[in-house]
């Protein structure tokens, strides 16, 4: 079945630098990759996501690309904000499931 | 405001107990999903419903059980609680039946605490 392995645990970036968190799949078969935001005390909320015809989607200053070769997807935030301080959660499908990866905690640092 | 209702919002109780979990959808939408999410872990699907029908099911335990209503609402049950269990569970929604075709909608979710 599908495995989804999420890097890293834990991500500090200063205010205004990027952050990338990346994360990399097991079946080939999957064709949708979601990006989820957990805000503390809060229910995850899909922030972007992208299908595999695609390489690269943009949403302001958030980006995923995805390499369906490499079986590997990454998740971009540029001019990083305070409100960026979340736990970030990947995803893929297998089986028409949505698998999860372990989760990101981004700490932005003034 | 995601439009997914979950009550109640806190739960404490003790070891060997039953509890029921409550989550009203968004409107319109047809899935349900419950999730398990542990103390600094991730999300751990338990069971999806769609329309009334199970649809999928994950790492749920025997001792917990679940089902949607007519109205689409969802509740899940878990009994012979043991501290383990203690955790957030989220309820989510969709429109579709497939995870693979959209957006899920996540209330925010109940806190159990089994003491």
């Known amino acids: 079945g599908e495995n989804v392995e999420q890097h890293p645990s834990t991500l500090s970036v200063q205010e205004g630098d990027s952050a990338v968190i990346k994360c990399t799949y097991s079946d080939s078969a999957s064709n949708y990759f979601p990006w989820y935001k957990q805000e503390l005390g809060k229910g995850p909320q899909l922030i972007i996501d992208?299908?595999?015809n695609v390489g690269e989607k943009k949403d302001q200053r958030i980006a995923v690309t995805l390499n369906k070769t490499a079986k590997h997807f990454s998740l971009h935030i540029t001019e990083t904000q305070p409100e960026d301080s979340a736990v970030y959660f990947c995803a893929g499908v297998s089986n028409y499931q949505l698998i999860w990866g372990a989760g990101t905690k981004l700490i932005i640092k003034p | 405001d995601s439009g997914v209702t979950q009550t109640p919002k806190h739960l404490i109780t003790a070891t060997g107990q039953r509890v029921t979990l409550r989550c009203s959808p968004r409107?319109?939408?047809?899935?349900v999903y419950w999730y398990q999410q542990s103390l600094d872990q991730g999300l751990q699907f338990l069971i999806q419903?769609?329309?009334?029908?199970?649809?999928a099911k994950g790492n749920i335990l025997e001792r917990f059980s679940a089902q949607q209503f007519p109205d689409l609402h969802s509740e899940l049950n878990l009994s012979s609680l043991e501290l383990g269990d203690s955790a957030l569970y989220f309820c989510?929604?969709?429109?579709?039946?497939?995870?693979?075709?959209?957006?899920?909608?996540f209330g925010e979710g109940s806190r159990l605490t089994v003491l």
């Open positions: 992208i299908r595999s």
């Open positions: 409107s319109g939408d047809l899935s």
């Open positions: 419903y769609y329309n009334g029908e199970e649809r």
């Open positions: 989510a929604s969709s429109v579709a039946e497939q995870t693979n075709t959209g957006e899920l909608f």
